[in-house]
């Protein structure tokens, strides 16, 4: 996928910051994580992959699959990022936490939660 490409993806679905996995799926191996930042001086991006503009994985902050949403939340604080891969034992994407989920769980607590307040 072409930088280009991404800015379409953006448009359409209003997220600026994507995943990269090993086939463009959950539960795949995490390659990296690409966002506005990356991508906003490119100049050639019809033919900049996105590979090329990404955050590559030994770069970024993970967590662990099962992490309580409060250290979630201190990781994205202390490391002053705003999206947080989770990872399971084996290095694949499970999910994705993001500063503007974790605002909104602390605004909105009780939002699309079960009367067992399960998301």
């Given at each position: 996928m072409t930088i280009q490409e991404l800015d379409a993806l953006r448009k359409k679905v209003g997220?600026?910051?994507f995943v990269v996995t090993k086939d463009g799926t959950m539960e795949s191996d995490l390659l990296?994580?690409?966002?506005k930042r990356d991508t906003d001086f490119l100049e050639q991006r019809g033919s900049?992959?996105?590979?090329?503009?990404?955050?590559?994985?030994?770069?970024?902050?993970?967590a662990e699959e099962g992490i309580e949403l409060a250290a979630a939340n201190q990781v994205i604080r202390?490391?002053?990022?705003?999206?947080?891969?989770?990872?399971?034992?084996?290095?694949?994407?499970?999910?994705?936490?993001?500063?503007?989920?974790?605002q909104k769980a602390a605004d909105y607590p009780l939002a699309t939660k079960d009367k067992e307040k399960r998301l």
């Open positions: 997220f600026t910051g990296g994580l690409v966002t900049t992959p996105v590979s090329e503009a990404m955050t590559k994985r030994a770069e970024l902050v993970t202390s490391t002053k990022k705003g999206k947080l891969p989770i990872l399971n034992k084996e290095g694949r994407l499970v999910a994705l936490m993001t500063r503007t989920d974790l």
